[in-house]
């Protein structure tokens, strides 16, 4: 389980990791790559609280 939320901040920092190279202007932003961060946190998320049960 500890597993997991250590997961989830790992996704928040690489989801902040691009925010900064997008405002930097080192890459452009990617709907396709902060759609699947979404989609990764969710599932993420989803297992936790199966687990929880």
Known sequence: MRFLYISLGSLAE???QLE???MLEFIKE???IEEKIIYIRRMILKLIQSLKK
Do not use: V
């Open 14 to 16: 690489t989801e902040t």
């Open 20 to 22: 900064i190279a997008q």
């Open 30 to 32: 990617n709907k396709k």
